[in-house]
């Protein structure tokens, strides 16, 4: 193994792993804001975040270069919106026990972009493709057909990511830059919403409580430093590997969802993660042949 895919493999497997347990574990832990302050707080501080980073990285001139274009900008205004909503949404799952629907999101994303890609930007595909997303609808028509165990939740944040990383895929930027623009467009409203809930006292950030208010900040750090972690991944490994090492984020999601928070699972969700599985297997299993290949 070259010593560059070696290291890309430790960051992305990081990156991954910070997602799947200690994301998990700090939202859990800040669960007693509520999850509008919460999303509130991963929007604030992960602009702020960003804003130090591109200053440390010395990226102010992309950054600059990008707002320049209108066609950019509008698809980052989009991006923003549905990342605003995949984050509510996971944090809402993370908050109200549901860290298992939310895994289940997770795992069916991939897959889920391939089906887009497929439709939208015309992007090759196999009978490995094709069996891996019809897998992923039939596991949603069996957990519709049984209502009440379907993941809510975790649908929201499978087709929010998805959408969000086809629309990425139609402009050239850098994730960081990109996500710095997207959060610096969704903070407006973060802001007015913690205005309405802190004119009604119901709020935990205080300046007058720095605990609590240097937890909260964390939010942002929290984010960002996974999203470099996996970025520096798949720089040195490449994006097929990185694409197979994701799958750790959902797997200990579900992990810490059944065996650390103790959370509701039933038979006809089991029969839906099972298929899901097989169509996740299916799908690392063509990446492995599509790496060897290239």
């Known amino acids: 193994m070259k010593k560059n895919t070696y ?6 497997a990081s990156g991954s792993l910070w997602w799947g347990t200690l994301g ?3 939202f859990k832990s800040a669960s007693f804001a509520g999850p509008i302050e919460l999303v509130v707080h991963r929007t604030i501080w992960t602009a702020f975040s960003l804003i130090i980073t591109t200053s440390l990285f010395k990226k102010w001139d992309s950054f600059f270069s990008l707002v320049k274009k209108k066609r950019e900008l509008f698809y980052l205004l989009i991006t923003g919106i549905l990342i605003f909503c995949n984050w509510s949404t996971w944090i809402y799952a993370v908050v109200t026990n549901k860290i298992i629907d939310a895994s289940f999101g997770y795992f ?6 391939v089906f887009l890609g497929i439709i939208f930007l015309k992007e090759p595909y196999n009978k490995q493709k094709i069996i891996s997303v019809l897998l992923v609808i039939i596991s949603l028509i069996y957990l519709l057909y049984n209502f009440s165990s379907v993941p809510w939740t975790g649908l929201i944040v499978a087709i929010t990511w998805a ?3 086809l629309l990425r895929k139609k402009i050239s930027v850098e994730s960081d ?7 610096l467009f969704i903070t407006p409203l973060a802001l007015i919403i913690f205005y309405l809930i802190s004119v009604d006292g119901n709020y935990y950030f205080s300046l007058t409580e720095p605990k609590i208010a240097f937890w909260l900040f964390l939010a942002g750090p929290m984010t960002v430093i996974p999203l470099f972690l996996f970025l520096k991944g798949v720089d040195l490994a490449g994006l097929g590997t990185s694409g197979m090492i994701f799958f750790i984020t959902p797997t ?7 065996f ?3 959370e509701y699972f039933d038979f006809n969700k089991l029969i839906g993660f099972i298929i899901i599985w097989i169509a996740v297997a299916i799908y690392l299993h063509d990446l492995s042949r599509e790496k060897t290949r290239n």
């Open 7 to 12: 290291y890309g493999i430790l960051y992305g």
């Open 24 to 26: 998990v574990l700090y």
């Open 108 to 113: 069916i994303m991939p897959i889920l972009s």
């Open 163 to 165: 959408t969000y990383s």
């Open 177 to 183: 830059i990109g996500l710095l623009i997207e959060s």
């Open 252 to 258: 200990c999601q579900f992990l810490l969802g059944v």
């Open 260 to 262: 650390y928070y103790n």
